[in-house]
């Protein structure tokens, strides 16, 4: 299955069968005060700044979210992504909750992006697949839906296959379904990482859909961080992860092995040109 993603010039495959796909994750407020103060201004230099580094780290597409408390992101995210579009020419990935922001975002994307997101709530799916027909964009699902979270991975199945049910009814091509299999803090429950295994496993089994997720969530809470979100990321691979929503600073690497590893990195050109870009980054 192939999800095309388009930039001003750029064209982008993210393929069921081909390398992982980086969606860079660091344009967001969380924990990002600078980028609040900034924002509010609307000052994009940093976000700008954010879009060049994360894209010499190796992202291929930028989720931009300028969500944080009293933000009008219906007026801030169009115009973040206008300034980012200027300076950058990858695929963009809309991040909010408000789908009056999402559209008017939608309104000054150029080429083809990916919305974050819909999920299986009611609410949700009447407010969100519609502007994804309309402007022709790929769209992430979300497996929660109007009864919460389940930690059983076959109801999260259940929710992937209905939206993804109301997507193509939507007249929403499959293959512009991209589904994120929810992955919570395992400090909160043990469980929680092979949940998101297991639902990852199943909808890449049975859907053969693209599949996303944060990269970070998982280890909230605990120490050494970066270890566990990276075993969490090579396990998620194995069983389907295509796009993980990650700092590209800290999983590219890891990524380019693992493709080499599964053999959609013939004769290691991918994960030897990242070394070298790596090594060369170190001497400027
Ligand atoms: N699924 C989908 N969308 C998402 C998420 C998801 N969007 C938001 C989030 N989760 C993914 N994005 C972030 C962005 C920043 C951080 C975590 C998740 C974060 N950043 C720390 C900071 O900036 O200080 C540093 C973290 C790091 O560098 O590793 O915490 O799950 N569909």
Redesign the pocket.
Known sequence: MKTILKSKSQELIIDTEGPVVVIG??I?P???KKLVETLSLNNFELAIQLAKSQIEAGADVL?I?VGYPGVDDAALLPATVKAIQEEVDVPLCI?SPNPKAIEAALKVIEGRCLI??VNGEEKSLEAILPLAKAYDAAI?G?VMDDDGITHDPEKRLRIAEKILKRAIKQGIKEEDVVI?P??MAVSADPNACLVTLETIRLVHEKLGLNI??????ISFGLPN??VL?MAHMVLSIWNGLTCP???P??ITTMVRAADLIRAKDDYAIRFTEHYQMMEMMKKI
């Not at 996303?212 to 969530?217: E, M, P, R």
């Open positions: 994750e660091s967001n969380t924990r990002r989720d979210n991040d974050n997101s992430i979300l994120d929810l992955a996303t997720q944060g990269a970070s969530n961080r970066d979100n929503i990650a700092n600073n800290k």
